[in-house]
Structures are given as C-alpha cells and as structure tokens.
C-alpha cells in the first residue's frame, strides 16, 4: 500500500505533506474555523430573519413550521455561544470552551 501524500490532524483539520514534521498550533486553525462558522452562521441568521418580515428577507413567523422554529432556536444558541467564545480572551492563548 503506498502511502499518503498527506496527513489530516483529526482534531483540527490542518494538513500537512506526507514526509514533513506535522508538528502545528490547532488552536489556530480551530480559531480561524470558528470565525468561519460564525460568519455563515451570521449570514444564515440574516437571510432567517426575525419574523416580522419588515426589513428582513425572511418569512413571517406565522409560516414558520415548529421544526423550523427549533431550527431558529439552534442557530440563535450556536451563534450566541460562538460569539462570547471569540470575545473572551485566554492568557495562555489557547481557544476557550
């Protein structure tokens, strides 16, 4: 079997050649996934809309199915915790959970 030309860090997805030290920092990668995730999650949220349907895009909320609503209520609970995730700040510079 030969072997791969590349190695995956399964806790935080950094790659690295095969042959070469995979030696990395994963909270920096798991930082910049996080903000990631807290961009498409902010975005998500926006296009949702709050319900009203005045100046959001979203459907009103007397459209919205329960399993919707739980759907909301999910990423409103990911996008809250993320956000104080990202804004606290760790002396020892590792990601905070």
């Known amino acids: 079997m030969a072997n791969p030309q590349t190695h995956t860090c399964h ?7 095969h042959g070469r030290h995979g030696g990395h920092d994963c909270t920096v990668f798991l930082k910049q996934r996080v903000k990631q995730l807290e961009t498409v999650l ?3 949220r926006t296009w949702i809309g709050d319900g009203d349907n005045s100046e959001s895009i979203g459907l009103p909320r007397c ?3 329960p399993e919707y609503i739980a759907i909301v209520d999910k ?5 809250s915790t993320v956000t104080k995730k990202l804004s606290r700040k760790c002396p020892h510079g590792k990601l905070n959970t």
């Not at 806790?11 to 050649?17: E, K, L, R, S, T």
């Not at 990423?75 to 996008?79: A, E, G, I, P, R």
Request: hydrophobic share 45%; aromatic share 22%; proline share 6%.
């Open 75 to 79: 990423v409103d609970s990911v996008l």
């Open 11 to 17: 806790d935080c997805g950094y790659v690295w050649p």
């Open 42 to 44: 902010t975005e998500a």
């Open 63 to 65: 459209f919205w199915s």
